[in-house]
């Protein structure tokens, strides 16, 4: 046993609702968490196969969410869609460079480092290796975080549909993007949660 | 109730606590004020050092209650061309966006924005009530597991932000005018911050009825 025990090693399972330390019982394959009533399981179900899925139909989602434009101006006749990038771009051309920043992070840097960093994180626990597990569990962490600051741009789109009504002279609607975006964050956020961290640590060679 | 529990048939079950994040078995040691204790083989954060009791705890629910009525019956910003006025609340928001054919997100934000915030509030005030009574609450377990599962999914936080980006982008063709919502969303914000650092867990413990 390695100086830092795991609960697999020891027979024990920590409950994931109310971290409560249960003993296992490999003769019980539905155990209950005896605090909370929650089911007990020693690693999520189905974890990488879940995560995947939620992934790659959250990237499917994300195509049309940047393709597709997420809002219409019309002011006295003139139509301006805008995606999410030519957004951030009218938002730093029009004299805000920090904002820009902020959207063009929240909407692209985020979404786009959530595919690849849960991508890493999941070929390479599938892979069992114990390459760089303390960076890895850290990327989780980090993308479980910032996960849900995505939304903002919907949040914007939103406020703005509902505050720009001035009939002919200046009008905002929501167009179809901003629904596939709105999704794609959803989307993410589950994948993120039905990934299970402790697979990072579930090495073949031995750890520490 | 007594029913025979599985837990605790170990010696010092008790006093262990597993690391979520990689399944590391620790034991659990009392911080002092300024604590965190951390995980050795991952480094996640296992516990803090909690320095509001259940009566501060209380307190701060309260006064989110109160701060998050004010964010949903004062509009948020008002905007002005030509002389006309026009000027929205979270709902006026959510129902537009439902009327102009954006369902989801109109779903999205009434959720986010307004129910799980509120479910979460409610259930919170109602377990912090009985705590700070030292009872355990009727439905305890169901308001628990339910401040679990809703937890991640709420944005107030992001909605202040998305309003911030939203009047900059108006201010370029508007007058824009912040109205009483924004405030009340910015104190909730904060709110949130400090509910952010609180292990809600340690109520499990603190409420659980000791034989004696």
Not at chain 1, 31 to 50: F, T, V
């Amino acid at each position: 046993m390695s100086a830092l025990p795991r609960a697999q090693e020891l027979g024990l399972i920590g409950c994931h609702v109310c971290g409560l330390v249960c003993r296992d019982r490999p003769d019980l394959h539905d155990a209950a968490c005896p605090r909370c009533g929650a089911a007990l399981h020693r690693r999520k179900h189905a974890s990488y196969m879940r995560t995947w899925a939620l992934l790659i139909t959250a990237f499917i989602f994300y195509i049309p969410a940047n393709v597709l434009p997420i809002m219409r101006t019309a002011s006295l006749g003139d139509i301006d869609d805008n995606t999410i990038l030519s957004g951030v771009i009218e938002l730093w051309v029009k004299g805000s460079p920090d904002l820009a920043i902020i959207v063009f992070t929240a909407s692209i840097v985020v979404p786009m480092l959530k595919f690849l960093a849960m991508s890493v994180l999941l070929i390479s626990s599938h892979r069992q290796t114990a390459w760089a597990q303390r960076q890895r569990a850290k990327l989780y962490r980090l993308v479980e975080f910032i996960g849900y600051w995505s939304m903002l741009d919907v949040f914007v789109v939103a406020l703005l549909t509902a505050l720009v009504q001035f009939g002919i002279f200046s009008l905002v609607e929501p167009l179809p993007g901003v629904v596939y975006f709105g999704l794609t964050v959803v989307l993410t956020m589950l994948a993120s949660m039905s990934f299970d961290p402790r697979l990072i640590w579930d090495s073949k060679e031995a750890n520490d | 109730m007594s029913a025979p529990d599985p837990a605790l048939d170990g010696k010092d079950i008790h006093n262990l606590m597993i690391c979520e994040h990689c399944d590391t078995v620790h034991r659990r040691r009392e911080l002092v004020r300024g604590e965190t204790a951390r995980c050795r083989r991952c480094d996640a954060i296992l516990e803090r050092h909690q320095m509001i009791g259940t009566r501060g705890m209380l307190a701060l629910v309260l006064t989110a209650m109160v701060i998050f009525v004010q964010a949903n019956i004062w509009p948020i910003v008002t905007l002005g061309l030509n002389g006309q006025m026009i000027s929205t609340t979270l709902w006026g928001t959510i129902i537009m966006m439902w009327n102009d054919h954006s369902e989801v997100v109109a779903v999205l934000a009434a959720s986010t924005l307004f129910f799980f915030p509120l479910v979460k509030m409610l259930t919170l005030g109602w377990v912090l009530f009985f705590a700070y009574r030292g009872e355990r609450a009727p439905g305890f377990v169901t308001a628990m597991t339910a401040l679990h599962y809703v937890g991640p999914w709420t944005m107030s936080e992001v909605f202040v932000l998305g309003a911030l980006v939203a009047i900059v982008k108006a201010h370029a063709y508007f007058e824009v005018i912040p109205d009483p919502g924004i405030f009340a969303y910015a104190g909730l914000m904060m709110l949130i911050t400090v509910f952010a650092g609180v292990d809600m867990r340690r109520l499990w413990d603190l409420t659980e009825a000791r034989p004696e």
